[in-house]
């Protein structure tokens, strides 16, 4: 059977992502909507999602198996999930469900299971919601005991003020960037431009209506960056970003016009925020050597954590970091918020452009560069164990380090193989000084791989 | 006596109680077996003022969405404006949120497929099937529908009564009416009706707030409050409806109940003096009307209980009027279903027509008296005391057991023995030209099925 039929569904301690008409049911959803309803016992939940089609089939769920257990809703429509996380602590909600399957393709969707601090729910917060959705023990709430929705429509100016409080707006403004963003008719469609107008950028937008209908994978990565890139230089713009649907991710365009990785995302914004602020750094096993390399010549310690949202969330909370982020072009800045916000990366990438005046091509120059290779293979969940032992009896003389899946390093590189959680794919990652090395090493661990399956 | 379950399913849709049976899961699951019946289309979602049906509603429009129907949300409104909606425009069905005469506790969903009828026996069979396999069409995100709203419910509902209604002649008399709604769907829509009829209206319980003032089933004991502002304002007229707004009792100028059984009484006798046709109304419904449609020499055609199977009836017969004798009004060249508003018109306008009282009007129709007893009786022996009973008396009189058993006798007197579709308990209904006769009947048989359970 291709791995591509398969029936897909992903419950995790901080979600749940299923494709629509198969396997992410109403029912589904509404039995998960109780169990976190029960599991911040009748709060206040704030719900936000996306604008995929399926959304508004998700929240309607939603609403009704939270306000069956007596939660009352604060519904925030279409909303960019770092906006969603924001209001959690702004209304001094119970907790949140964000709506949105991120960067999967338009027939996913997902819940997003948020806590009272606006976080992703770690392990242990997602293994209640898990034992009382397994359980199957809501919390029924008789008719004058249930839950209210409340529309609310009013919260961008809150966001974006506290946002552009945050960044040196004035010299933002004083540079008049102009600006290309492509939020891929996604959650953050027409919310850029607010974004824009705070910061005195002239906004050229595309796919910029909230209408759900992608006009490529909502992945910011270079091959979805073609249309930026494409007009970059006739309309002479200072860069370019593109969105992931849920305006957690972004990734990179030049004034050149090249298409960055996405991989690049973390390290240009650390290489800034460090200057600003100095402390413990976070980053998973899967992300570029870059960010070893900007940690250690600001001497700020580097702390790695499993690959996933909530984990690396997680380990910033807990070893204090200063600043997160992952080699998907996401940044969290906890004393902003405890989120992977793509507005405060386009705003603090801005920033350091005012603040050296350069461009973003030259600030990127500036960077070590590495190659990085990645790719997935798809593997029926039945052999991914097998697959991933695999590779480790290949590397076994090699130290590898086992934390999540396999990742080796070596000095002029590092390889690493892993299960994704929300597909069912094994990745594999490699990056060198050498394009050919790194390619070498990817070639074989997919060789090793295939072998198995 | 046993505890029952709080849930109802059965071919007028699915009852129970909010917190207990009637779960989000359920009606999600519910709706989608309905859309999935229906077929992809545009579905008419509609509520009373319950509390519940906020929770009962975003359920329903998640389990609509996601098998590709597009939900027309037309908020609180009258169920028979739903039904008419239905029937007048495009949709190819629509689900009723409503426990119409229940207590607050309750909610329900009611099926109406094309046309606007609520589905016969045969269709519903059909529905259930659907659900107990789980055969639901599921689709994917690329035939997802959005909730369109409909801000204007009674739109097509008021056009037909109004076409239907002589409003010159109403308007004319400047009629001064108090009207009761419960606090139910009627609070808002019927005002705006009786105005257009230019009536001086007062309402009570007319806030739509779902929280229920009295017993919402319109019986001289619940609308003690309405007979006396009727009788303070000196009001030609006082209606009261039931929660969802199909059924109609009258008080007249003297603040007296004049007996919900009147209102298809005196519908059928306007109707008929304006055009002879059959009457349909269902076995438990008062022989006054048998009187008046003799006086016309008219049919009337006997139904079992049932709303759609009155309307059935309605249609196949080609009738002219009817409907149930707990104050159901049912006009077919409106729609057939119960309409309390076509019931409130037709009544205003034999006013205005006649230029007689209530009280007058009442005094012209025949005098009965009806009373209604109950008696226990277990679902396990209701079959065989039905069969004994039926066996014993079919010498009495005209035996009629197309629900249950009804004998007529020659004096007019008459008794209609059915079990409950809800409670293990036998209904029995009796009503005689004399009051001792229509007491002494249903004793009678009260104490016979006393010893046959």
Redesign the interface.
């Known amino acids: 059977m291709n791995g591509r039929d398969l029936k897909q569904l992903r419950i995790g301690p901080s979600g749940v992502r299923g494709?629509?008409?198969?396997t992410l049911?109403?029912?589904l959803?509404?039995?998960f909507a109780?169990a976190f309803g029960t599991y911040v016992q009748s709060g206040l939940v704030v719900v936000g999602r996306d604008t995929?089609?399926?959304g508004?089939?998700?929240k309607?769920?939603v609403?009704?198996?939270l306000?069956?257990t007596g939660c009352t809703v604060v519904d925030l429509g279409i909303c960019p999930t770092p906006i969603v996380q924001f209001m959690v602590r702004e209304l001094s909600a119970a907790g949140a469900i964000a709506i949105s399957a991120g960067h999967n393709d338009?027939?996913w969707?997902a819940l997003g299971f948020i806590n009272f601090r606006g976080t992703y729910l770690n392990e242990y917060e997602g293994e209640g919601v898990l034992d009382i959705y397994h359980s199957g023990e809501f919390a029924?709430?008789?008719?004058?005991?249930?839950?209210?929705?409340e529309q609310k429509t009013d919260y961008l100016p809150i966001y974006f003020s506290r946002l552009c409080s945050f960044i040196d707006t004035k010299a933002v403004r004083e540079a008049h960037f102009k600006v290309i963003i492509d939020p891929c008719n996604g959650a953050g469609a027409c919310v850029v431009d607010i974004l824009c107008e705070c910061l005195g950028c002239q906004l050229i937008p595309i796919n910029n209506e909230p209408t759900g209908i992608f006009p490529h994978d909502p992945e910011p990565r270079p091959r979805n960056a073609r249309q930026i890139a494409s007009i970059v230089k006739p309309v002479q713009a200072d860069i370019g970003f593109l969105l992931s649907s849920d305006v957690g991710r972004v990734s990179i365009v030049t004034d050149t016009g090249e298409t960055v990785s996405e991989e690049c995302t973390f390290p240009l914004v650390l290489e800034h925020f460090l200057n600003r602020k100095k402390g413990p750094v976070v980053t998973n096993l899967s992300t570029t050597k870059m960010v070893d390399d900007i940690a250690l010549r600001y001497d700020c310690p580097l702390v790695k954590s499993q690959v996933g949202h909530f984990h690396t969330i997680h380990t910033m909370l807990g070893e204090d970091a200063v600043i997160a982020g992952e080699g998907s072009g996401t940044v969290a800045v906890p004393e902003f918020q405890p989120a992977f916000d793509a507005f405060l990366s386009m705003g603090l990438i801005l920033e350091m452009m005012a603040a050296r005046r350069k461009k973003i091509s030259e600030l990127l120059r500036e960077l070590p560069r590495y190659h990085i290779i990645k790719e997935k293979i798809y593997c029926p969940p039945e052999k991914v164990h097998n697959a991933i032992d695999e590779v480790r009896q290949y590397y076994r003389n090699e130290k590898p380090d086992l934390t999540d899946g396999v990742r080796v390093d070596w000095s002029d590189g590092w390889l690493h193989v892993r299960a994704s959680t929300t597909e069912p794919l094994i990745r594999v990652i490699a990056e060198s000084n050498h394009k050919r090395i790194a390619r070498e090493r990817a070639d074989r661990a997919v060789s090793i791989i295939s072998r198995v399956i | 006596m046993p505890r029952g379950s709080s849930l109802k399913v059965g071919i007028s849709g699915i009852r129970g109680i909010v917190g207990e049976t009637l779960t989000p899961q359920l009606v999600t699951t519910f709706a989608e077996a309905f859309g999935s019946f229906v077929g992809p289309g545009s579905v008419i979602v509609g509520r009373d003022t319950r509390a519940s049906g906020e929770m009962v509603k975003n359920a329903v429009f998640a389990g609509l969405l996601a098998v590709g129907c597009k939900p027309i949300d037309v908020g609180i409104s009258p169920v028979p404006s739903i039904l008419i909606k239905t029937n007048r425009t495009d949709a190819i069905g629509a689900i009723a949120i409503t426990a119409s005469h229940n207590p607050v506790q309750w909610n329900a969903l009611k099926f109406v497929g094309r046309g606007g009828l609520f589905l016969n026996r045969y269709e519903a069979q059909e529905l259930l099937d659907i659900y107990h396999q789980s055969e639901f069409a599921l689709v994917e995100t690329d035939l997802y529908m959005s909730v369109v709203r409909d801000d204007d419910p009674v739109k097509e509902h008021f056009a037909a009564v109004l076409d239907y209604l002589d409003v010159e002649a109403i308007l004319k008399r400047k009629f001064k009416v108090v009207y009761d709604a419960c606090n139910g769907a009627g609070s808002t829509f019927t005002p705006r009706f009786l105005e257009l009829l230019g009536c001086e209206v007062i309402g009570i319980n007319n806030v739509p707030d779902g929280v229920f003032p009295r017993n919402p089933e319109p019986k001289a004991e619940n609308i003690t409050q309405l007979c006396e502002t009727v009788k303070a304002e000196k009001a030609d007229i006082g209606f009261a409806q039931d929660a969802d707004a199909d059924r109609l009792a009258i008080v007249d100028e003297n603040g007296r109940a004049i007996g919900e059984e009147l209102s298809v009484a005196l519908a059928v006798k306007h109707v008929l003096s304006r055009e002879r046709g059959p009457v349909v109304v269902n076995l438990s419904t008062t022989a006054i009307v048998d009187r008046i449609a003799a006086e016309f020499d008219c049919p009337v055609i006997r139904t079992r209980i049932g709303e759609v199977n009155v309307a059935e009836a309605m249609i196949a017969h080609k009738a002219v009027i009817g409907g149930e004798g707990n104050g159901g009004v049912m006009v077919p060249a409106i729609h057939p279903c119960r309409d309390s508003f076509a019931g409130m018109g037709i009544v205003l306008q034999m006013l205005a027509e006649k230029g007689k009282t209530v009280s007058q009007l009442v005094s012209e129709l025949p005098s009965y008296v009806m009373v209604k007893h109950t008696v226990a009786c277990s679902t396990e022996v209701a079959h065989s005391a039905m069969t004994s009973l039926r066996k014993k008396h079919t010498q009495d009189g005209t035996v009629d057991t197309i629900d249950g058993l009804k004998i007529t006798y020659p004096d007019g007197s008459w008794i209609h023995i059915r079990p409950s579709n809800t409670e293990p308990v036998m209904r029995l209904t009796a009503e005689s030209p004399s009051a001792e006769r229509a007491r002494d009947l249903p004793r009678r048989f009260a104490e016979e099925i006393s010893s046959l359970c």
């Open positions: 494709i629509v008409g198969q049911t109403p029912e959803i509404t039995d109780c995929r089609a399926s508004e089939m998700v309607s769920s609403l009704a198996g306000v069956s338009a027939r969707n029924k709430r008789p008719w004058d005991a249930l839950g209210r929705v």
